[in-house]
């Protein structure tokens, strides 16, 4: 049973330039959420997304953006990187009816 | 207030005793609470959830939830050195329709020989 995957797992960027994350669910879940951890911090919700659709959104200005697609599969983007975006981004998938969230690995991002 | 609330530790306690970690929350609506360990570097992992009122117990792990105080707990057995990381409390209130998890900052757990 596949767990939910993200790619890449490290990536290296610069300020002002922009940023596209992956995650595939883990198999039979059909909703993912996006969480930004910075060091020494609990995961902080940035959105979810059920059947393609942004279903609820934290406290995130509009240069994170995200996408799932028909697969269930979702992308992350983060326009303008700011040095304060520097942090391990983490997907977690889960059922609708379910509360539950199990996370991926994480893509560690660092902003230069 | 911060939303949900942990110490951040560090927690020591010797091989073989109980850790006790304790969480708070203000949301009077939460309706589901999580433990998720974390090890340095790694993601966390779901390893205990209970929705009601009382104690959940699975294997070395006891979740304790007390609505009425806004109060939920882990207790792990028989502690070994690999249970030492971090132990986030999540907390999630179903509004807004999503079930989005709102997070504490943890706490260390190290667990000495």
């Known amino acids: 049973d596949a767990g939910v995957t993200q790619s890449p797992t490290h990536l290296i960027k610069t300020r002002g330039q922009q940023v596209t994350l992956r995650c595939s669910p883990k198999?039979?879940?059909?909703?993912v959420s996006w969480y930004q951890q910075a060091l020494g911090q609990g995961p902080q919700f940035i959105f979810q997304?059920?059947?393609?659709?942004?279903?609820q959104r934290g406290n995130f200005p509009d240069r994170f953006s995200g996408h799932q697609f028909p697969n269930y599969s979702s992308e992350l983007n983060v326009n303008a990187l700011l040095l304060g975006d520097s942090a391990l981004y983490l997907c977690a998938s889960s059922l609708p009816e379910y509360n539950e969230q199990f996370f991926g690995p994480g893509t560690r991002l660092t902003v230069l | 207030q911060k939303e949900v609330e942990q110490n951040s530790g560090p927690l020591s306690v010797p091989e073989g005793a109980i850790a006790s970690l304790n969480c708070t929350y203000s949301d009077r609506g939460s309706q589901s609470f999580f433990w998720y360990r974390q090890y340095s570097g790694k993601s966390p992992e779901l390893i205990m959830f209970?929705?009601?009122?009382g104690d959940k117990e699975d294997g070395r792990f006891t979740a304790q939830l007390n609505k009425a105080s806004q109060y939920v707990s882990l207790l792990i057995r028989d502690s070994q050195p690999s249970d030492s990381a971090t132990y986030l409390c999540?907390?999630?209130?179903?509004?807004?329709?999503?079930?989005?998890?709102?997070f504490g900052t943890g706490t260390q757990l190290k667990v000495e020989l």
């Open positions: 999540a907390v999630n209130g179903l509004t807004g329709g999503g079930n989005k998890l709102t």
């Open positions: 198999s039979g879940h059909d909703t």
């Open positions: 209970i929705y009601s009122n």
């Open positions: 997304y059920y059947e393609e659709e942004e279903r």
